[in-house]
């Protein structure tokens, strides 16, 4: 039933921030769910909802590297010679995976701005 979730990166945690702040709104926004007030559980699901996408706004990818060097075997080459040679071969950036980083944006700022706002007005309603 729930196997489309297995294809999700799990690096990517806003991701599911962002599905289920979906999913809540639209339960609380058609009033399928009244267990607590519908305005009140709209209000958190759409603050849930804009602060997975300002998450994703503020996380960019980057490819992390590692400096070595190339090794190039020839086989016709003396060993010794080829040692030289292998020693002033300049050095290369070889890629070892991707990492998020977080790094914010003016649009992530604002989104996780208004999505505290939105959650403490939500939190408000259910008490007042």
Do not use: C
């Amino acid at each position: 039933m729930f196997s489309w979730l297995e294809g999700l990166d799990k690096k990517r945690w806003w991701n599911m921030f962002v599905i289920i702040g979906f999913v809540f709104a639209v339960l609380f926004g058609t009033k399928a769910i009244t267990i607590i007030d519908p305005t009140a559980g709209f209000l958190m699901s759409l603050a849930t909802l804009l602060f997975g996408i300002a998450e994703a706004a503020n996380h960019q990818e980057e490819t992390q590297y590692t400096v070595g060097r190339e090794y190039h075997h020839n086989s016709y080459m003396p060993e010794d010679l080829f040692a030289d040679e292998w020693q002033k071969m300049p050095p290369v950036h070889i890629p070892t995976g991707k990492k998020y980083v977080r790094k914010p944006i003016f649009i992530g700022v604002v989104l996780d701005i208004v999505s505290a706002i939105l959650f403490l007005a939500g939190i408000a309603k259910l008490f007042v």
